[in-house]
């Protein structure tokens, strides 16, 4: 059954859905598809934080992000879009621009994707996009593609999230704080879509992969409220896969590649980090790497990651740090021979970074890996 799935999952994300590496340097456009039928008017359920609540995390005095400026493509405003509902070819259903809350005068979004007929799944799957946490042209839309497969191939409902950018506000803490409040949100309103939501497993690929880590931390006791987005109770994160997502921001920082992308998110990242360190100093940087939290985290960890030189923005240490510092870590570092097999090569130090880089959900890190990420969905969701 397993190995079944396995199969299918590479067959539909790879032919129905947005695969282009979620990379931290390189832009890949993406627009949502547009929907058939408009649903009856709701009551809006969504969670009304318009101006971040909460003290800045230690009470540091920390210095503000880059200047804000939407998107030229458009960026969330302070009205939400309309709630549309469409029935896909493969037969999931999915309720579009689902309000779980406005943060910074943003009014913040998901896609709920269900399967067909009733499920007998647990808890719910989310997932959540890269990009560099400010990439414009990286949102929600490509992670549409694996949001319907998980549904479909594992009947397990998947809401598939959008946060705030750098430019829009989403500098850390933030945007952790727009993540966890999507989860406080999918649980309290669970019951309107007839599924279960105390439970939850997290997808998310670069920087989105971090986000999820991080929304794995916010449940912790000993994590700064800030990260919880006071969104109201959260789930239990029962697990986490990332795909290539940061752990330890100031090693991210000090990699000229992917530094102006990790300090304009975390800030100057002139302190180094240790496993386990949370509580040692207050600082913004150390704070935001998922390895300060290694000892706190109880949820199972799926890092799948690219044996270096492969990938050119986040590097396998990422991962083999917290897997060291873990006992929760499962780790997957494909090796080179499986990559160039996949199509992808080593970086050679151009740039801008090439498009087909090991990277993110790229298809030469994710299809080596559909058993290892069936077997951890299955195990926690389903049986």
């Known amino acids: 059954m397993s190995r079944l799935l396995s199969i299918a ?50 009470s540091a005095d920390w210095p503000p992000p880059p200047e804000l400026a ?24 999915v309720v579009r621009n689902l ?27 989310v997932t959540v996009h890269g990009g560099g946490w400010n990439d414009c042209s990286n949102r929600r839309a490509n992670m549409a593609g694996y949001a319907e497969a998980v549904a479909l ?33 999918l649980k309290s309103n669970a019951d309107e879509f007839g599924i279960v939501a105390d439970d939850v497993v997290m997808i998310g690929t670069s920087a989105g992969g971090h986000l999820a880590l991080m929304a794995a931390a916010a449940t912790t006791p000993e994590a700064d409220p800030a990260l919880r987005g006071e969104c109201g109770d959260l789930p239990n994160v029962l697990g986490v896969i990332s795909y290539s997502g940061p752990s330890d921001m100031p090693d991210m920082a000090a990699r000229s590649i992917a530094s102006g992308a990790a300090r304009d998110y975390a800030g100057a990242c002139e302190q180094p980090v240790e496993a386990c360190s949370l509580g040692a100093d207050c600082d913004r940087c150390v704070h935001a790497s998922p390895l300060s939290y290694a000892c706190a985290i109880e949820s199972e960890l799926l890092l ?11 590097p396998e240490s990422q991962a083999t740090r917290l897997a060291d510092a873990s006992s929760r870590v499962a780790l997957r570092v494909v090796d080179a021979a499986t990559l160039r097999a996949g199509g992808c090569l080593p970086w050679d130090g151009s740039l801008p970074v090439p498009g087909g880089v090991a990277h993110g959900i ?20 389903r049986e």
């Not at 458009?74 to 509902?85: H, K, L, N, W, Y």
């Not at 950018?165 to 945007?175: D, I, K, M, T």
């Not at 799948?304 to 986040?314: G, Q």
Request: charged content about 25%; hydrophobic content about 35%.
């Open 304 to 314: 799948i990651y690219a044996a270096d030189p492969f990938d050119p923005l986040v």
């Open 153 to 185: 191939l594992f009947g397990v409902p998947t809401f598939n999230v959008e946060y705030r950018l750098v430019r829009e506000g989403g500098a850390f803490p933030n945007s952790v704080g727009d993540v966890s409040c999507a989860l406080g949100w």
């Open 9 to 58: 999952l590479v067959c539909l994300v790879a032919c129905g859905g947005d695969d282009e590496p979620d990379d931290v340097g390189v832009d890949s456009s993406r627009s949502d598809s547009s929907a058939d039928t408009r649903a009856d008017a709701e009551e809006d359920t969504s969670t009304d934080t318009s101006v971040d609540s909460g003290s800045p995390l230690c």
């Open 362 to 381: 790229a298809d030469c890190l994710r299809e080596p890996t559909v058993s290892d990420v069936s077997e951890l969905l299955l195990r926690l969701l």
């Open 70 to 93: 939407d998107c030229p493509s458009g960026s969330p405003g302070a009205t939400p879009p309309d709630r549309v509902m469409e029935v896909l070819g493969s037969g999931v259903r």
């Open 99 to 125: 309000h779980y809350g406005t943060r910074g005068e943003r009014a913040l979004v998901g896609d709920l994707f269900l399967p067909e007929g009733a499920t007998a799944a647990r808890g719910v799957v």
